[in-house]
């Protein structure tokens, strides 16, 4: 099945920092999705990208459909403690099937 | 505040015993997930429906794990029996075919001695 190379595997910032990750895959995505797991929690949806070129924010976090389909990035900027967790994307592999192919996750750690 | 909902939160059975999960999903939602978790894995797709009908259960070990969605209020995981392989945690998800995106419950917390 498809897979979802996302990266770094994790990161170790200063509170304070800018934060980028990405995540790339081998077919064309019609769908990113961008989610972030807290300890303890269930993944959260953070930001939903529709479109090639598509830039979206929420709040801090912005992310960004890859013109050519096979990837997306996510940025964080000015970190803050509570931004530490497990960012997962995921995406629909070009399929109609409804259902995602999920990356393996960035673990992020923010030191104060 | 509409949320999916799982129970137990935690579990600790002993090896060759059933062990039974369920779902909630946000009324509406016409796709349902289960996942598994672990440190090694990641996030693995074990099973999922749309409008209640299973349609992928290719992640799933047949022998001893089974899905269902007996109504649109609950959806169902069981293991019998469980091993101490299974322990993991088993988080429920629901969402809209049509947008791809998923809610997730807060999880179920498995473990097998």
């Known amino acids: 099945g498809q897979q979802l190379n996302q990266s770094p595997q994790s990161m170790f910032i200063q509170e304070g920092e800018d934060v980028s990750m990405n995540c790339t895959s081998s077919?064309?995505?019609?769908?990113w999705l961008w989610y972030k797991q807290d300890p303890g929690e269930g993944p959260v949806l953070l930001i939903a990208l529709y479109k090639a070129g598509e830039l979206t924010s929420n709040g801090r976090l912005t992310a960004q459909f890859g013109i050519t389909r096979k990837d997306s990035f996510l940025n964080i900027s000015a970190s803050i403690p509570s931004d530490v967790g497990i960012y997962f994307c995921?995406?629909?592999?070009?399929?109609?099937?409804?259902?995602?192919?999920f990356g393996d996750g960035t673990t992020l750690t923010v030191k104060p | 505040d509409a949320r999916v909902t799982q129970t137990p939160r935690h579990k600790v059975t002993e090896m060759g015993q059933e062990v039974t999960m369920r779902c909630q999903p946000i009324?509406?939602?016409?796709?349902v997930f289960w996942y598994r978790q672990t440190m090694m894995q990641g996030l693995e797709l074990l099973a999922y429906?749309?409008?209640?009908?299973?349609?992928?259960d290719s992640g799933m070990p047949k022998d001893r794990f089974s899905a269902e969605m007996p109504d649109a209020t609950l959806a169902t995981l069981k293991i019998q029996p469980s091993e101490p392989r299974d322990s993991a945690v088993y988080f429920c998800?629901?969402?809209?075919?049509?947008?791809?995106?998923?809610?997730f419950g807060p999880g179920t917390r498995l473990t097998v001695t």
């Open positions: 995921a995406g629909d592999g070009g399929t109609n099937a409804g259902k995602s192919t």
């Open positions: 998800a629901s969402g809209w075919a049509a947008n791809y995106e998923q809610y």
């Open positions: 077919s064309i995505f019609n769908t």
């Open positions: 429906f749309r409008n209640r009908a299973p349609l992928d």
């Open positions: 009324l509406g939602h016409n796709t």
